[in-house]
């Protein structure tokens, strides 16, 4: 899986780079056809944003979260991201039978 970690009024540190991509790595575990992810953080005056377009096998998966702190809305993601990952596999796979 391509990872991209961008920052929107914040300076990516590779401490923050590595957070998010063992985060994402759940993902990966549950659904091997990931083909990249596409991840930006956004930090407003007292709103830490993350966003993520996960680019998976005939679609683009998209989610974000909004926190206090910037780990809280990253773990917050991976979570929502997770779901909907084991959802659209679910559905994928229901179809072919």
């Not at 549950?30 to 680019?55: G, N, S, Y």
């Not at 809305?73 to 659209?88: F, N, P, W």
């Amino acid at each position: 899986m391509n990872l991209n970690v961008s920052g929107h009024h914040i300076e990516v540190t590779p401490a923050i780079r590595t957070y998010v991509q063992s985060k994402l790595q759940r993902v990966s575990r549950h659904f091997d056809q990931v083909i990249d992810a596409h991840v930006i953080l956004t930090v407003d005056k007292l709103r830490q944003k993350a966003e993520v377009t996960l680019h998976v096998n005939g679609k683009d998966l998209h989610c974000k979260s909004e926190e206090a702190d910037l780990y809280a809305a990253i773990d917050l993601l991976a979570d929502k991201l997770d779901r909907q990952v084991l959802r659209y596999k679910d559905k994928r796979f229901d179809k072919r039978v």
